[in-house]
């Protein structure tokens, strides 16, 4: 594949970002039929000679001029094609281009009247420009205890910041259960005593 900044047979193209389409050739007649070409920015030159991107063979393909036609971006997305002052013309789906004339997604483009006939499909953005994915810091809500942790590598507080979980208090024990016993024996204490003293 060609890519944005490639130097074509002659001449070096670096296309502005919003140019930046790529256009994949698909010969279907022709010298070259059955051969597919991808190219990662626009313009292309189209033509026998030896400054064109896409070469048509100089003997097989006579209706083809020497510098033909050129594919262009026009600004949005999409292709359009310029007749370069050839000798038999630039046909779009059929129909003769007049100077210039767009060019729809999947179109056959006839170069020269009677000439190799090429499909175009292309996309905008193709072309290896790449965003990289961005993984944003972990943010903590703003109603959060300060003493969690988040699930990102890298904790939203520092370690200084961090309180220590609260301690609940244990609950008091009661001494119900104590004293109850303490006056069981004191009483049968008592008890005792007084039957020692009658016994006497």
Same mark, same amino acid.
């Given at each position: 594949?060609?890519?944005?900044?490639? *130097?074509?047979?002659?001449?070096?193209?670096?296309?502005?970002?919003?140019? +930046?389409?790529?256009?994949?050739?698909?010969?279907?007649?022709?010298?070259?039929?059955?051969?597919?070409?991808?190219?990662?920015?626009?313009?292309?030159?189209?033509?026998?000679?030896?400054?064109?991107?896409?070469?048509?063979?100089?003997? *097989?393909?006579?209706?083809?001029?020497? #510098?033909?036609?050129?594919?262009?971006?026009?600004?949005?997305?999409?292709?359009?094609?310029?007749?370069?002052? #050839?000798?038999?013309?630039?046909?779009?789906?059929?129909?003769? +281009? *007049?100077?210039?004339?767009?060019?729809?997604?999947?179109?056959?483009?006839?170069?020269?009247?009677?000439?190799?006939?090429?499909?175009?499909?292309?996309?905008?953005?193709?072309?290896?420009? #790449?965003?990289?994915?961005?993984?944003?810091?972990?943010?903590?809500?703003?109603?959060?205890?300060?003493?969690?942790?988040?699930?990102?590598?890298?904790?939203?507080?520092?370690?200084?910041?961090?309180?220590?979980?609260?301690?609940?208090?244990?609950?008091?024990?009661?001494?119900?259960?104590?004293?109850?016993?303490?006056?069981?024996?004191?009483?049968?204490?008592?008890?005792?005593?007084?039957?020692?003293?009658?016994?006497?």
């Amino acid at each position: 594949m060609h890519h944005a900044g490639w *130097q074509g047979r002659g001449r070096s193209v670096t296309p502005d970002p919003s140019d +930046v389409i790529e256009v994949t050739i698909t010969h279907l007649t022709g010298a070259r039929r059955n051969a597919v070409e991808t190219f990662g920015a626009l313009p292309l030159r189209l033509g026998r000679g030896d400054g064109c991107e896409v070469r048509f063979d100089p003997e *097989q393909d006579a209706k083809v001029s020497a #510098s033909h036609a050129e594919l262009r971006a026009d600004g949005e997305g999409g292709v359009v094609v310029a007749d370069l002052d #050839s000798t038999n013309g630039v046909l779009v789906n059929g129909v003769k +281009v *007049q100077g210039t004339a767009a060019v729809p997604n999947h179109a056959v483009v006839e170069v020269g009247a009677g000439g190799p006939r090429l499909r175009l499909t292309f996309q905008q953005g193709a072309s290896g420009i #790449s965003f990289s994915k961005l993984r944003a810091p972990a943010v903590a809500p703003r109603d959060a205890p300060r003493n969690l942790r988040t699930t990102d590598e890298t904790p939203a507080y520092r370690e200084a910041d961090l309180e220590p979980p609260a301690v609940r208090p244990a609950p008091p024990t009661s001494n119900a259960g104590a004293l109850i016993a303490l006056a069981v024996v004191l009483l049968g204490g008592a008890v005792v005593a007084f039957a020692l003293l009658r016994g006497g």
